[in-house]
């Protein structure tokens, strides 16, 4: 059995950054080591992604961002779940769990 691939699953991205800001403010690699984290080293997120990720989030209003030292003191863009990206995190996760159910019934049949 070959082992999971560690690209983020097309689509899952959005939904991974929100869970991550749902925890607290984070900067850009922050986020990527807390999904890598959370993910048991499975999942890598490639910074050419991520990015343009949060860009999309923010004009949807899901996410919003200001500029901050980081604990290294170096000058950092965090970002933050918005009250409309907690209600999309529920939404998103939801349809999710019903996507992974119906693909599950699927493969239970083989």
Same mark, same amino acid.
């Given at each position: 059995?070959?082992?999971?691939? $560690?690209?983020?699953?097309?689509?899952?991205?959005?939904?991974?950054?929100?869970?991550?800001?749902?925890?607290?403010?984070?900067?850009?690699?922050?986020?990527?080591? +807390?999904?890598?984290?959370?993910? %048991?080293?499975?999942?890598? =997120?490639? /910074?050419?992604?991520? &990015?343009? @990720?949060?860009? +999309?989030?923010? /004009?949807?209003?899901?996410?919003? $961002?200001?500029? %901050?030292?980081?604990?290294?003191? +170096? #000058?950092?863009? &965090? &970002? %933050?779940?918005?009250?409309?990206? #907690?209600?999309?995190?529920? /939404?998103?996760? @939801?349809?999710? #769990?019903? &996507? =992974?159910?119906?693909?599950?019934?699927?493969?239970?049949? =083989?």
């Amino acid at each position: 059995m070959s082992a999971p691939s $560690s690209d983020v699953v097309r689509g899952t991205l959005d939904l991974l950054i929100l869970k991550t800001l749902a925890l607290d403010a984070m900067h850009g690699w922050g986020i990527s080591q +807390r999904i890598q984290q959370m993910s %048991r080293g499975v999942l890598d =997120v490639n /910074q050419g992604s991520l &990015y343009p @990720a949060l860009q +999309r989030l923010e /004009q949807k209003g899901w996410i919003d $961002s200001d500029w %901050r030292a980081s604990d290294n003191n +170096r #000058r950092a863009k &965090y &970002y %933050r779940l918005t009250a409309i990206g #907690r209600r999309a995190l529920h /939404q998103e996760t @939801a349809s999710w #769990r019903r &996507y =992974v159910a119906t693909i599950d019934l699927i493969l239970g049949e =083989v």
